[in-house]
């Protein structure tokens, strides 16, 4: 599982953010290929309506601490990754 931090600019107007803004995103990839998982990264934050995604940090979490029940517990992104795959949390900053 990879962990991006993230920053796009917006393609249309979301409830705070308007054409043209950029917003910083965490986004969690399950793919063992860091080159993989940076192109899911950005076709995923592309689908949501933003361009330009510059990836700014990358982590790679082991199995270990993906399964580790108090990491699932205190992570909502991971837990959500774990089931579908991947997660997107846009942040306000």
């Given at each position: 599982?990879?962990?991006?931090?993230?920053?796009?600019?917006?393609?249309?107007?979301?409830?705070?953010?308007?054409i043209?803004?950029?917003?910083?995103?965490?986004?969690?990839?399950?793919?063992?290929?860091?080159?993989?998982?940076?192109?899911?990264?950005?076709?995923?934050?592309?689908?949501?309506?933003?361009?330009?995604?510059?990836?700014?940090?990358?982590?790679?979490?082991?199995?270990?601490?993906?399964?580790?029940?108090?990491?699932?517990?205190?992570?909502k992104?991971?837990?959500?990754?774990?089931?579908?795959?991947?997660?997107?949390?846009?942040f306000?900053?």
């Amino acid at each position: 599982m990879y962990v991006f931090s993230a920053s796009a600019t917006a393609t249309k107007s979301f409830d705070d953010i308007n054409i043209g803004d950029k917003a910083p995103f965490i986004v969690y990839i399950d793919f063992k290929d860091l080159f993989g998982a940076e192109t899911l990264c950005k076709v995923l934050v592309m689908r949501e309506g933003f361009k330009d995604i510059e990836i700014e940090k990358r982590q790679w979490l082991t199995p270990e601490k993906c399964q580790d029940p108090k990491i699932q517990q205190a992570d909502k992104g991971l837990r959500e990754a774990l089931k579908a795959g991947f997660a997107i949390q846009l942040f306000s900053e």
